[in-house]
């Protein structure tokens, strides 16, 4: 038999059919009165065998005279009833998937708004926090009414190349070039010179990528000096190996890093104009390559692309013991400009150039994306952000996840091998299981928090007890 229809099995049939029954036993009753009054002998009236719904459900419970998932013959009225008879239903009939339906078919308007409101609140709970960055960080364009970013833009737009390539400021290696190239996607990645085992695991994983929807991608790692005289010369083989390293000729080190930003956008706009993007990341991030250029090959907007994790209301670091300390007279303003999170930013090749243009004025002190994102904004150009980009949170992973969004932070390396290679088979995954995915890994994501929180609290209450 099929699953059972909606129509003539909720409660009210129920009680109509057992009103239609009494209602002859009635007649039946009066009839017998009449005839003994007669003196006649009663005759009581054939009683109909009670009919009994279709399916399983109806079989009564054993030990009552009740059905299943139809306590005292009522109609659920509340949410806490709704579930207690979804449970009762399932424990006497486990395995049918008609007493279910059977069930939900007898929720009324009220109980369904009940289970709707509640999956709206689930999504909202899970997504919320996505769409009202996306719509409250969603910042309107600049206007260029600025005689100071008109400036900007016209030195920007008409930049000779020829004097910084035989005088940079930065850079003491220029062993790689893609100067005869176009570049759809240029990948510059922020490395320390001691890392070289992590610059490896890039470069067999999502590095390795040279290509995406017939269109060129570059790899490349942007580093300082090293302290050691050994790395150095790590360093100096490793450039000459691969030719995928910029080196600057300053010591790396965490004052430094904003050095190192400038002599990244410097070298990609002096050995790189042809590069149509340019993505800057940090080197424990996971780049989903094809993602990020499939939402590339879609804009309709070609300048003054600036996306990312959007930061708003950046507070500089008045601390003058941490390493990222600005001093007021460097950078007197309250605030930062909105930009993007350093984890991994985004720009076209024409933002490169207003930036490196824009730097000139911009002290190094700041931190190197709020020092991308002030340059931005003196040249009139707007950060835009994309919840695909993860910030600083690692994403729970998930494979259809994985293809969709566009980076996640601090993984490890054996999970850059594996997440790797199971994104990279070539299997597309369904709409359903993108939606799937996408709230699988929030989930995961903010159980990861809790702990996380969690475990850095009885930490912080051990070292507290410690003390």
Not at 121 to 140: C, I, K, N, R, T
Not at 173 to 185: A, K, W
Not at 271 to 283: E, G, N, S, V
Request: hydrophobic letters at 35%; glycine letters at 8%.
């Amino acid at each position: 038999m099929g699953a059972p229809s909606c129509r003539g099995h909720g409660p009210g049939a129920a009680g109509l059919g057992q009103s239609q029954r009494r209602r002859p036993a009635a007649g039946a009753a009066a009839g017998a009165a009449a005839g003994a009054a007669a003196g006649r002998p009663s005759r009581r009236a054939p009683q109909p065998p009670p009919r009994q719904p279709a399916g399983r459900s109806g079989a009564p419970h054993a030990g009552t005279g009740r059905h299943c998932g139809e306590p005292g013959g009522e109609r659920p009225a509340t949410a806490q009833a709704v579930v207690r008879a979804l449970v009762g239903s399932l424990r006497c009939h486990p395995w049918d998937p008609g007493a279910a339906l059977l069930t939900l078919c007898r929720l009324r308007t009220h109980q369904w708004c009940f289970i709707l409101f509640n999956v709206l609140l689930f999504h909202m709970l899970l997504f919320g926090a996505d769409l009202l960055e996306q719509y409250f960080l969603h910042s309107l364009p600049l206007s260029y009414t600025d005689a100071k970013a008109l400036e900007i833009r016209e030195r920007a737009r008409k930049l000779d190349l020829d004097p910084l390539k035989a005088n940079l400021s930065h850079t003491s290696s220029s062993s790689v070039t893609c100067s005869n190239q176009e570049i759809f996607l240029l990948i510059v990645v922020c490395s320390s010179p001691e890392n070289r085992t992590r610059r490896n695991v890039i470069r067999q994983t999502w590095g390795n990528a040279t290509g995406s929807r017939g269109y060129s991608v570059l790899t490349l790692f942007a580093v300082g000096k090293a302290a050691a005289a050994s790395t150095q010369l790590e360093i100096n083989e490793e450039a000459q190996k691969h030719r995928d390293i910029i080196e600057g000729s300053f010591i790396d080190s965490p004052q430094t890093q904003t050095q190192k930003m400038l002599m990244s956008v410097e070298w990609t706009v002096t050995f790189c104009p042809r590069a149509r993007y340019i993505l800057h990341t940090a080197q424990d991030v996971f780049v989903g390559v094809a993602s990020l250029a499939g939402y590339l090959l879609s804009l309709t907007q070609l300048e003054d692309i600036y996306l990312g994790r959007v930061v708003h209301h950046g507070v500089p670091d008045r601390d003058p013991q941490s390493p990222g300390f600005v001093p007021i007279h460097q950078y007197p303003e309250e605030f930062y400009p909105d930009f993007c999170h350093g984890s991994a930013f985004l720009m076209s090749q024409d933002v490169a150039r207003k930036v490196y243009v824009a730097a000139r004025e911009v002290p190094l002190a700041v931190p190197p994306a709020a020092f991308v994102g002030i340059c931005a904004q003196r040249a009139g150009i707007t950060a835009r952000h994309s919840s695909r980009f993860a910030g600083e949170k690692h994403i729970s992973y998930n494979r259809c996840c994985y293809k969709f969004i566009f980076t996640s932070s601090d993984m490890r390396e054996d999970e850059l091998f594996q997440d790797w290679k199971e994104t990279s088979n070539g299997e597309d995954c369904s709409l359903l299981e993108t939606y799937y995915s996408l709230v699988s890994c929030k989930v995961l994501t903010y159980i990861d928090k809790f702990k996380q929180f969690n475990l850095d609290r009885i930490k912080n209450e051990l070292l507290h007890f410690v003390n």
